[in-house]
């Protein structure tokens, strides 16, 4: 299953800039995008994990010279990330010969080191692009809670059954506790960020609380904080910020987590099937959390995200501030087949004044349940959003 939308966006990338790096978790389909792309031109494909292809880069100069009219396509960056230097000067020389835009694809599993080195190397000659796991629009007509369930990761989505999902899953974590902890951040007990992690999954978008996460490991806040930030970078976890109003109220301050992929969610908490996670306490937290990736999926890269909550108990699960003529939306998110709205989110309306007000249920139907209001399905307002791009 190719992303088309990611597609299109590498492709006019490629169209503008002379590199571009595809940023993403491990398993979601950067290499399956690259060799999409690498069909439809000359390219040449080198996975620096091989140290038959690390070697072909002994002298990255000479062998950029020897293909100068072929797309590079250089998957896990991070391997080498020594070259980023060489690239530089490599573009530079191209452009001095005309040669401007479609020169390197690159491929990395974290955000981490490949930002930080790519953006202090390639400053003006690179361009970023993000690809996250499926989303509702590019399951097409299938079953969204399918995808719900299963998560968005192309392997999992696709899996035979969902026993073989879960345990595809059960791998993709065990991988990324063994061996990319260790290669992308400082050295981390895998012991006790399995554990956090699956603290996380059990109080999926709850208010951060460090301190207590901290006392259930026996490590300090700070640690904590650090551990958290790993998982961030690794594209796993997200951490959404309040909103910030000037309308006086009283706002809390710190960010809610969630685990980005509902898929992982439900691995780690041992949630097999659709009556599995239905019948577990994290549902509907779940729901939402899955609702969140799924809209920022197809929402402008410009959209700023935020929730909203009050000490008094006003609340909007999801804010995204998309300037200009769209102006701002709320978002409340309900799982179940009635678009129910709580006192709660009447109130953060009046504070926050939004141009458009949504309740994202798991319906199909969309109606207005107010003048101000508009129930509406998961896979429809992702179709509203990625419209505006």
């Keep these: 299953m190719i992303p088309r939308r990611a597609l299109s966006s590498i492709e006019a990338a490629l169209a503008r800039q002379a590199a571009v790096a595809v940023i993403g978790p491990r398993q979601v389909g950067k290499t399956t995008l690259a060799q999409a792309i690498a069909a439809g031109r000359a390219s040449i494909y080198l996975d620096l994990e091989a140290s038959a292809d690390r070697e072909k880069l002994t002298d990255p100069v000479l062998f ?78 299938d079953d969204p809670h399918r995808l719900w369930v299963r998560g968005g990761f192309p392997d999992s989505y696709l899996a035979a059954s969902d026993w073989d999902s879960f345990r595809l899953r059960r791998s993709f974590i065990r991988t990324y506790l063994e061996r990319d902890v260790a290669m992308f951040g400082p050295r981390v007990p895998a012991e006790a960020l399995e554990r956090l992690w699956k603290m ?21 806040a700070p640690t904590i904080t650090s551990y ?60 939402e959390g899955f609702v969140i990736e ?60 939004p141009a458009k007000a949504f309740v994202v249920y798991s319906g199909e139907d969309r109606y207005p349940k107010s003048a101000a209001i508009e129930a509406i399905g998961v896979k429809d307002l992702a179709a509203l959003l990625n419209t505006l791009r």
């Design 64 to 141: 950029a010279r020897q293909h100068r009219d072929k797309l590079l396509i250089l998957d896990e960056i991070h391997r080498m990330p020594e070259i980023f230097s060489a690239l530089r000067g490599i573009i530079d020389a191209d452009r001095r010969e005309g040669q401007r835009t479609g020169r390197f694809l690159i491929l990395g599993s974290a955000s981490i080191e490949l930002l930080r080195q790519s953006g202090e190397s390639l400053a003006g000659r690179i361009e970023y692009v993000d690809l996250g796991p499926l989303d509702v629009l590019e399951i097409g007509s």
């Design 200 to 220: 996380l999954a059990h109080s999926q978008g709850s208010l951060l609380n460090a301190s207590r996460l901290a006392s259930a490991l026996s490590v300090s």
């Design 228 to 287: 958290i930030g790993l998982l961030v970078d690794l594209l796993l976890v997200r951490r959404l910020q309040p909103f910030h109003s000037n309308a006086g109220k009283r706002l809390v301050k710190s960010p809610k987590t969630y685990i980005r992929d509902s898929g992982l969610t439900h691995a780690l908490l041992g949630l097999e099937t659709l009556d599995d996670v239905l019948s577990h306490p994290v549902a509907g937290a779940s729901w």
């Design 294 to 353: 799924n809209l920022l999926a197809t929402a402008p890269e410009r959209a700023k995200a935020s929730f909203y909550r009050t000490a008094a108990g006003a609340e909007i699960d999801l804010i995204l501030e998309l300037g200009g003529r769209h102006g701002t939306w709320a978002i409340e998110i309900k799982r179940g087949l009635a678009a129910k709205t709580e006192k709660g989110f009447h109130i953060a309306l009046e504070d926050v004044q």
